[in-house]
């Protein structure tokens, strides 16, 4: 398992190439594994292969414009009459998409949508808007997928970090 999460990375950059059918269902059903408050599993998953939808996706926040060139993309929402944990149960959620992502050979970038703002206004009311979602679902992110047409170097063991790590109480440096 550490090996996936030493090779992953934001990636924003993808190849023109379409994901396979059995890798997408892949990643989906790691987030369905997701751990969930009180076991409510009250997430909804949106695949995004339409070019056209990508691209407005990619118009919801300034940091969203590389969606556009992902073959796909996965709204992760939330249905708040089945669930009470909305943003710690979705970002779960995208976190194991991350992570099945790269186990898949493909790579992903968490794009925030929830609390956001971008050029028209809440990104959320405006996703919402896009993809036809109702009132009582909120979108905690998009998560773009796709072959990497970048890479990045693995985490290294440089980057953990003993002076985080604390013993019973947070100590903060003499």
């Given at each position: 398992m550490l090996k996936v999460i030493r090779e992953r990375r934001s990636i924003r950059s993808y190849l023109a190439k379409d994901v396979?059918?059995?890798k997408l269902r892949e990643v989906l059903k790691s987030a369905?594994?997701?751990?969930?408050?009180?076991?409510?599993r009250a997430?909804?998953?949106?695949?995004i292969r339409n070019d056209e939808t990508r691209g407005a996706l990619s118009d919801a926040t300034p940091y969203a414009l590389?969606?556009?060139?992902?073959?796909?993309a996965i709204a992760v929402c939330y249905d708040t009459d089945a669930g009470r944990r909305f943003?710690?149960?979705a970002s779960i959620c995208a976190e194991h998409i991350h992570?099945?992502?790269?186990?898949?050979?493909?790579?992903?970038?968490?794009v925030q949508v929830a609390d956001a703002k971008g050029?028209?206004?809440?990104?959320?009311?405006?996703?919402?808007?896009?993809?036809?979602?109702?009132?009582?679902?909120r979108v905690q992110c998009i998560m773009p997928i796709g072959?990497?047409?970048?890479e990045l170097p693995e985490h290294s063991d440089s980057e953990f970090d003993e002076s985080k790590i604390h013993s019973e109480k947070l100590q903060e440096p003499a």
């Open positions: 396979e059918d059995e369905m594994f997701a751990p969930s408050s009180r076991g409510g997430w909804e998953f949106i695949v590389f969606v556009r060139d992902a073959p796909v943003k710690e149960d992570l099945e992502a790269v186990n898949q050979g493909l790579a992903s970038c968490f050029p028209h206004g809440d990104a959320e009311d405006y996703v919402k808007g896009l993809l036809g979602i109702p009132d009582r679902y072959y990497p047409a970048e």
